[in-house]
């Protein structure tokens, strides 16, 4: 039972483990697409919610107040006019704080305060009476209708009324008619008040974080579903440059996207298009390159060998014509060269190269290729015994022979070949001693044709030897590299390949 | 000196060979198809013929035709000429049993000296004794092979092959040491030509091939014969 769950458990956490590689939950990013567009809906989501509460919020505030504030007023007036016909004038100390208690008894216990020249009388003596200003009680002095100010104090709203005190009640409304020269003022709390708008604006408070995770999740939607396209397209645009010329995206709707995956499937096909036929052209050249050569193969075979008997009896011709036959005899193995190494050329075109690998003592085999061309004496190897990999023996043969053959032919001796092994890799150095390589001449070394001495157009080589030499090392992953240039040595080139063996393969 | 068959469809290089081949002495039949070298071989009077030059692309059959149809139906020393050159040209040629591939185009020393290689490798060998392994019966004397007492016709190359190996067994050649000794080509022969005759011996000695007995590949380094 255990194993059973074991081996169905193993595939599906395998395969989880694989999609979790490949879909990388990927945080939006501020500065993406998706980032900015759910700042920018939650920034207006704010700024409309802020604005649109704020507003509400002023009025209903005013509302209240102003509700309050005429209730105040109203019960002041109707408490100080019935009052106020009991009222003696000159008055004295008692009648007034009687006056005060009785209109603050009225008006929900505020603080009334009656004043008459001199002399103040409070409902509540204790009370602080500073809440009353002076611009008020000027107020009260020139106006004879009541007068109010809201305050501030000890951090609560306060509601200050103020107005002088009539002797006539039969006076006109909201007039005081002959004043007995009191004059009264109520503070009167809005604490009330206060704590309904603070509620109002508690609530506002909180509906305005759901209301913003709303807009959050909305514009995330949104962005969803403007992204999913960008997205294929984008998926769609890195698969296409990475060679996927068949690859096209679905055109849905009438939008500008649709557009764009339209726009984007037309160029794809057009590039399909001119790739497709660009391959084709070279395909045709590659095979005519091929074909060329193969056809040259046969009158060459049949050249080579009937220039060698010409140059054999060459010692029994006239002087003229025995140049004649050397030098048939040496164009045709040129020729024949170079017909070779187009025909190698043109098979690493195709593709068509494959490596027989064996494990080659490296030392042995370099040794193996200058005795076998017989450059023993004309070059010093350096060749520390034991380095064995897993090697294409004939195509290192080629390269070593190029690099070599170059050093000898293009270089000033000695010429001198470095086998290391060191971190997994192989390093052969071939270097010689002469001038180096001109600086504009080092970047087209590895160019097919290409012949860094322009006076010597006809040199031995069939100007492909680096080229080939170069594509041998790359199909064993590895490279050659002209090494920068250094004092006391000429050219150097540097063929590094991963040193694989036996064991490790 | 030397009778050559020579098969070349194209008529320039199948006469420069000729001349050639005659300047360094040897008779030569120079024939244009793959089944005008085979009806000459069959003729009662072709045993002079001592070595054949097979070009791989022919009208009618073709090279790796003519040489399996020669090893057949005897020993013949077969030298490939290809104008291809292809590793699979190669390959496919070796494994129908050609002795050695020359590439074209090449020059008339080449040609000879290999001619002289492939005909000294199907000389006779001096050593004299007879070994046992297991049921395959070597004659170095006689030059012949018997397993369980059927003989095991073997062409030149792959008999001094055998020979080779067997005359040390349990030490291993290298690739190299072989193509030395039993092709006498420099390293620039290519190993090819071993595996491809190791292949063919096989697939003559071995009752399973794939699990080797008598040749074994010691990975890295070459081939041995036995312990068996």
Redesign the interface.
Known sequence: MRTRTRSRGKPAAAAAAGSAARFRPRLPRLDGLRGRLVITVVVVALISAVTATGLAYQESRDAVLKRAQSAAVEDFRNRVDRLAAELDVPTDPRTMARFASDVSSGLRGSLVVAQYRDYTASSDPSADRTRITPELRAAVRTQSRISLQRVQHGGKPWLVLGAPVGLDSAGPRGSAGRLSGVEVFAVVSLAEEARDTADLVRSVQSGLVPVLLLSAVLALLAARTVLRPVRRLARATRRLATGELTIRVEEKGRDELAELAHTFNETAGALEHSVGELRAQEALARRFVADVS?EL??????????S??LE?DADQLTPDAAHAARTVSAE??RL?RL??DL?EIS?FDAR???L?V??VDLA??VR?TL??RGWTDRVEADLPPGI?A?LD??RL?VIVANLVGNALRHGAPPVTVTVRAADGQLTLAVADHGPGLAPEAAPHVFDRFYKADSARTRSEGSGLGMAIALENARLHGGTIELAPPAPDVGAVFVLRLPHR??SAS | MPHVLLIEDDTSVRDGMELVLRRHGHEVDAVGTGEAGLELLSRPRAGGIEIAVVDLMLPGIDGFEVCRRIRGRGQLPIIMLTSRGDDLDVVSGLEAGADDYVVKPITGRVLEARIRAALRRAGPVARTDTDDFAGLVIDRAGLSVTKHGTPVPLPPTELRLLLELSAAPGRVFSREQLLTSVWEHDFLGDSRLVDAAVGRLRAKLEDLPAKPRYIQTVRGFGYRFGPV
């Open positions: 193969h193969r046969t009158p060459l075979a049949a050249m080579t060998m009937v060698s008997v054999e045709t193995a024949a017909v070779d025909i098979r068509a190269v494959a027989t064996h494990e042995e085999a193996g005795a076998a064995r897993r023996r004939r043969d063996t036996e």
